[in-house]
């Protein structure tokens, strides 16, 4: 791989990227997912989880050879033009947007519910808007700096959960968790498995952007040992992370009445220890860590995907402009945040498809994830049978059998979804589509990679 003169300054350890992978997923544990109880209750969606959190252990085997052998900032533009060509690089590339871009509205939006649940006379949505502003600036001001923050965030975080784990665990009753746990019933039947379909993005969304820690290999020191190492402890913190939270939630008291919360954890803390408890405020404010450090992390990946396609030619050239003295890629932080906050904006009066905004949202950015999925997993296969893989530092192990379980299992959620979100579909292939007619498509410079 040769190193390109606009390359971005190399300043990430393995803590910092294990850090910016948790936090790009952390805020998934505290809301979002427990709108898949709506649809599949407490035990279909447990099963819709251990399925997925079996996908994306694959994935992230896999996203790790893929990443050590091209440690870009594109992430799968790179390695999907890499494998299949420059226009099939700019649709993976704009369905990563499309997943990053997303995503961190949905989080501000929690992020302004929790807020309101301290202070009921702050709007969410200003609060939602402000916290987006904050970040964004954050973001600009320097990766060594954002990074360190990111670490700090995410490590709260995780203490936190592990707190609401420890006080809610008196109240928890298996009795309470499966009641009505089939889709609302107490036995498995066709509508139950039709409620776990539809459950399937609230399940993705537990571990949804862990890849995105490829958008910043560019930046990673000695990107061939940390990335491995980050990205190994990441999804196993995560797995037990999801699965705790969920089950314990679930729980104690009754799941239906969380179904449809942006701050499920709170109010099941509430119903364990009382409305008044210092608790409760101790999770409504360390409980933002969780998702500050989402915020801060997918703005940080949407902005590093932005500027690659950018840098490429594949978007405006505008949109690679780094800043003269902090290098950090502040137009496309600034143009991504742009579409972020008029989706918060619409909050109070925007849904699709019978679901609220910040659900569609969550729906939106999974489509996007999904797609990314597929090509970077078909890619993978195309590298190694065109290329060979004695090269490789870091190899999938199980080859072929772990990415192709990726590959089939992220194509069959893909179908699912789009079988039960037709209107989110319709909006993500309109979003997707138009990387095949941009025009410059076939015309950016090459990316200089190999695999």
């Given at each position: 791989m040769t190193t390109q003169p606009d390359a971005l300054p190399r300043h990430l350890g393995v803590i910092h990227l294990w850090s910016i992978a948790v936090g790009l997923v952390i805020s998934g544990e505290y809301f979002g997912w427990s709108y898949g109880w709506a649809s599949a209750g407490t035990l279909g969606f447990l099963v819709a989880t251990l399925a997925v959190a079996l996908m994306y252990l694959s994935l992230i085997f896999s996203y790790t050879e893929l990443t050590t052998a091209m440690p870009r900032a594109g992430g799968p533009f790179v390695y999907v033009t890499a494998a299949f060509g420059r226009r099939a690089g700019l649709i993976a590339g704009i369905a990563s947007v499309m997943e990053f871009v997303f995503a961190p509205p949905a989080i501000a939006l929690a992020i302004g519910a929790y807020l309101h649940v301290q202070y009921p006379?702050?709007?969410?949505?200003?609060?939602?808007?402000g916290a987006f502003c904050a970040f964004m600036a954050l973001n600009i001001a320097g990766v060594h700096l954002a990074a360190r923050f990111e670490l700090f965030v995410t490590v709260a975080a995780i203490i936190e959960l592990l707190i609401f784990m420890v006080v809610v665990w008196p109240g928890f009753s298996m009795a309470r968790f499966t009641d009505g746990g089939w889709a609302g019933s107490g036995q498995v039947s066709l509508a139950a498995f039709g409620g776990i379909a539809r459950s399937v993005p609230f399940a993705i969304w537990f571990f949804l952007a862990i890849e995105g820690v490829a958008l910043t290999a560019e930046e990673a020191r000695d990107p061939h040992r940390t990335l491995p190492l980050a990205y190994v402890a990441s999804i196993f913190t995560l797995v037990a992370l999801a699965l705790g939270v969920m089950v314990l939630a679930g729980g104690v008291g009754d799941w239906r009445a969380l179904a449809d919360r942006n701050d499920p954890l709170p109010q099941a803390m509430r119903i364990v220890v009382g409305p008044h408890s210092g608790y409760v405020h101790m999770l409504v404010w360390l409980g933002l860590f969780g998702l500050i450090a989402s915020l801060h992390g997918?703005?940080?990946?949407?902005?590093?995907?932005?500027?690659?396609?950018?840098r490429d030619g594949g978007l405006p050239r505008l949109l690679a402009h780094r800043h003269p003295r902090l290098g950090t890629p502040w137009v496309a932080t600034l143009a991504g945040g742009a579409i972020g906050i008029i989706a918060i904006l619409c909050d109070d009066f925007a849904s699709f498809g019978g679901q609220s905004l910040t659900a569609s949202l969550v729906t939106l950015s999974v489509f996007g994830a999904l797609i990314v999925y597929v090509l970077t997993m078909a890619s993978l296969f195309r590298l190694r049978r065109r290329d060979g893989s004695a090269h490789l530092v870091w190899k999938v192990p199980g080859f072929p059998y772990v990415p192709a379980f990726a590959l089939l299992a992220a194509s069959g959620a893909l179908v699912l979804m789009g079988v039960f979100h037709p209107v989110a579909l319709g909006i993500a292939v309109l979003f997707v589509g138009g990387a095949i007619a941009l025009p410059g498509a076939e015309n950016g410079r090459a990316t200089g990679d190999s695999f």
């Open positions: 006379w702050l709007s969410p949505t200003m609060a939602a808007a997918i703005i940080m990946g949407y902005s590093r995907q932005i500027y690659a396609l950018a």
